[in-house]
């Protein structure tokens, strides 16, 4: 029986359902979820279309669709759709995202779902703007205790808010199970790609609000559209490369490599209108939240060797690595034209605050070296040119600007960590996608943490040792660069630009001087640090010692 989708009364409530009795026997065990991710345009609401009015066979599917707007413009679309052999339910949520505001409404609504054995599978269609990996968070065992220390923490907020009482029973009770872990897991996560515009969305200034309804993308969401790109394809089990009847072959070849480098071990599926085998997608048996973190094409390549031949149409990848600092001054001296520099503001609030003001107006009464765009005060950020010296200030320009640079236009995507002269005790964390290049503090070098501290496992101890050299332990820089032309010129060009910001021998003489110094004044690590920000010219925003942070308190989003 054909089923009109827009017949369906929506004035009872965000959630309805469609539904028919189905042959396949009842569901055993938990609900097997597929998460779909996607920019709109992409390819998603057709995908789903696809899902609701096949007759694949698989049983009933359930589907949770996620429309930040105040109006379902994918639902209402599936309402206007014929359905035949309708076996699926379909809920909708009303209010945004999953991953954050409406966390606890996907834990109901998927808690609920679990309960009725006729569902076969779930199909989760987050927003254009969520991070796949969050979501997958909500699904994983590894953070069931996480939820039984939230369920704790909502119990209490509870007993002192009534409205948070009545609110939140439900999703308390979940949590305190264990969350969705006890009743559902994740099977793949899938992204779908528009091949038109894959390139194109490395080759943006945009962000987030940019491409949607201000109202529809949170004040405190500054993400850009490259970065929320790579995050959706490096996560995935499953990428749909789709709209290829509007590419080129060349292009087409193109695109598949730059996704195989982001994620060698992703599934490819390419489609035109989102048609695909449904068997592709579900009942995969694919994910596994260690091995999805694990799998990014980046990370692969700082532990495996990588040929000069694994260049493919062009799209290749390298590993840059050095054993010296970088100068502060020329790094950013590098960077700051061709790419909108992101970092982290931190702000310390200690009772040394007033001593370190006094000593930053020593410094620069002391510096008077006047050299507009090459000083790098957090309190000058004017160029002589009258410049604007942040570059996220400036988007457009800097994309400009890359485009333009030889050297640096190619390079679509890198990722790892940095050392930076002056910042002896940590690593900086470098993540770059497309004109976006966010620098922030990471954590402790390995060799400036006590061996107690390290893990018991003897194969990670041996790992972290191979990167020790003597005397400078693991500090290095290790960056994945993946782009373009890399084959024909542009990796000597990045390993040179970048060599380039590296201590020269008589600043690497100074530098090994005050860190092996025994002297009055230079014997402790607190001490050197100083002595080496008196030396190099650091403009970066400070980082946070791990050490005086104190857990996770959630996603910074």
Same mark, same amino acid.
């Given at each position: ?14 959630n ?14 938990k ?12 390819g ?26 105040s ?6 679309l ?80 509870m ?43 490395? !080759? ?72 695909i085998?449904?068997? !592709? ?35 290749g ?5 050095a ?73 457009k ?27 002896p ?13 966010t ?24 790992a ?5 050299? !003597? ?40 530098w ?28 970066? !925003? ?16």
């Amino acid at each position: 029986m054909a089923i009109e989708i827009s017949e369906i009364n929506c004035q009872n409530g965000p959630n309805q359902s469609i539904f028919k009795p189905t042959s396949k026997p009842l569901r055993e065990g938990k609900l097997p979820v597929t998460l779909l991710s996607g920019f709109l345009g992409s390819g998603k609401t057709t995908l789903l279309e696809h899902i609701l009015t096949s007759n694949h066979g698989l049983g009933r599917i359930a589907t949770i669709i996620n429309d930040i707007g105040s109006v379902n413009i994918d639902a209402a679309l599936l309402r206007e759709h014929k359905v035949s052999n309708v076996e699926e339910r379909v809920v909708e949520m009303q209010n945004g995202c999953i991953c954050c505001t409406l966390r606890g409404d996907l834990l109901e609504e998927v808690a609920a779902l679990s309960e009725d054995k006729s569902i076969h599978w779930l199909v989760i269609e987050s927003t254009g703007i969520s991070e796949p990996m969050q979501v997958a968070e909500t699904f994983s065992p590894e953070f069931s205790e996480m939820m039984l220390m939230a369920a704790d923490d909502l119990k209490q907020e509870m007993e002192k808010d009534e409205d948070s009482a009545k609110q939140n029973a439900k999703v308390q009770a979940i949590l305190a199970k264990g969350g969705l872990p006890e009743v559902a897991f994740l099977d793949a996560a899938v992204t779908v790609v528009d091949a038109v515009n894959v390139f194109n969305d490395f !080759e943006t200034a945009d962000f987030l609000v940019d491409r949607n309804d201000a109202k529809n993308v949170p004040e405190e969401d500054d993400r850009n559209i490259s970065d929320l790109l790579v995050d959706q394809l490096e996560f995935a089990q499953v990428v749909i490369l789709n709209k290829i009847d509007l590419v080129t072959g060349d292009e087409l070849n193109k695109t598949k490599a730059l996704i195989k480098q982001l994620n060698p071990t992703a599934k490819l599926l390419t489609s035109n209108y989102s048609r695909i085998d449904l068997r !592709e997608i579900l009942d995969t048996k694919m994910f596994d939240y260690t091995k999805a973190a694990l799998s990014m094409g980046w990370l692969r390549s700082l532990n495996e060797v990588v040929k000069p031949e694994t260049e493919e149409y062009g799209v290749g990848t390298f590993v840059y690595r050095a054993r010296r600092p970088f100068s502060p001054k020329r790094l950013w001296e590098t960077i700051r034209n061709v790419f909108v520099v992101i970092q982290e503001e931190f702000i310390d609030d200690g009772d040394d605050e007033a001593e370190k003001e006094d000593k930053n107006e020593d410094s620069n009464a002391s510096d008077g070296s006047g050299e507009g765009d090459v000083t790098m005060d957090k309190d000058d950020r004017k160029d002589n040119d009258g410049e604007e010296k942040q570059p996220q200030l400036n988007p457009k320009k800097r994309l400009e600007s890359k485009k333009a640079s030889k050297t640096f236009a190619p390079l679509l995507r890198s990722k790892g960590f940095f050392w930076l002269a002056t910042r002896p005790t940590m690593f900086g964390e470098w993540s770059q996608a497309g004109v976006m290049l966010t620098m922030t503090g990471g954590g402790k070098w390995r060799c400036e943490m006590p061996r107690e501290e390290w893990s018991d496992d003897p194969d990670v101890v041996k790992a972290i040792l191979a990167d020790f050299e !003597e005397p400078w332990g693991d500090r290095r820089q290790e960056i994945v660069m993946i782009g373009t032309e890399m084959r024909s010129g542009g990796e000597k060009r990045l390993q040179e630009a970048l060599d380039a910001c590296l201590l020269d021998d008589q600043e690497w003489k100074k530098w090994t001087k005050i860190m092996k110094s025994v002297k009055k004044g230079l014997r402790t690590m607190e001490e050197k640090a100083e002595a080496l920000e008196e030396f190099f010219e650091d403009g970066f !925003e400070d980082w946070q010692d791990p050490d005086d942070h104190e857990g996770h308190e959630g996603h910074n989003h």
